[in-house]
């Protein structure tokens, strides 16, 4: 069957910590994966998008990796703060069935 | 401007009543989606309208029916939900569709919608 699934639904970290959230998906041959964040009760804001021939994005404090290989898109957040904490959503293009799927998410909380 | 306008931002309906949620964009964009999302799950697309003409219907029963008046313009038309149709409905929109580009989808806040 076809899914993808992100690590755990909920992750705690301290401050200052990286928060590394995964994306794992089976059956999709995806053009490209995005990242979106969603606050309690508003839409998704997207974050950062990486093709399927990119290893690494990064934009401030966030960084994406993209492997391929092993069918898992990585998700890191350097130096978390308390701002952060909100649910984390990949999405993927799948490029053999045109369709735009979601993931599980993750909710990231950060601890002061 | 790179806002999507969702209205309303809350509506309560009964089993029997007709509403429409409606959604704007003043991006430019020819793509326009509508998802649903159910508490703690990701969004699910229903509709997908590009150039101003449905190409995706995800199998969405009879009683949603998507409209697209305008390049800017996306309503969604409701009659005789079911109470579990209550969600947090999602409007977005995307330069051009997802399949042509690899593109960025804008979202609208949401219209939460409880069904009684």
């Known amino acids: 069957s076809q899914k993808i699934e992100q690590n755990s639904e909920a992750l705690n970290i301290q401050e200052g910590k990286t928060a590394t959230l995964t994306c794992n998906y089976t059956?999709?041959?995806?053009?490209?994966l995005q990242w979106y964040r969603q606050d309690p009760g508003r839409g998704p804001v997207f974050l950062l998008l990486i093709r399927e021939n990119e290893k690494e994005k990064r934009k401030e404090r966030l960084k994406v990796t993209f492997d391929t290989t092993l069918k898992q898109s990585l998700f890191h957040i350097t130096a978390s703060q308390p701002a952060d904490s909100a649910t984390y959503l990949c999405?993927?293009?799948?490029?053999?069935?045109?369709?735009?799927?979601f993931g599980t998410g993750t909710r990231l909380k950060v601890l002061a | 401007d790179t806002e999507v306008t969702q209205t309303p931002k809350h509506l309560v309906m009964g089993m029997t009543n007709k509403k429409s949620l409606k959604c704007e964009q003043h991006?430019?964009?020819?793509?326009m989606y509508w998802y649903k999302q159910k508490a703690k799950k990701p969004p699910e697309l229903m509709f997908v309208y590009s150039y101003e003409k449905l190409s995706i219907n995800e199998s969405v029963p009879s009683r949603f029916s998507p409209e697209c008046p305008n390049s800017s313009l996306l309503n969604l038309h409701l009659h005789a939900l079911q109470p579990e149709d209550s969600a947090l409905y999602l409007c977005a929109s995307s330069q051009v569709p997802l399949w042509q580009k690899q593109e960025t989808q804008y979202f609208g806040p949401g219209t939460r919608l409880l069904v009684l």
């Open positions: 991006m430019g964009h020819r793509a």
């Open positions: 999405a993927l293009f799948d490029s053999g069935t045109y369709k735009y799927i």
């Open positions: 059956n999709y041959s995806p053009a490209y």
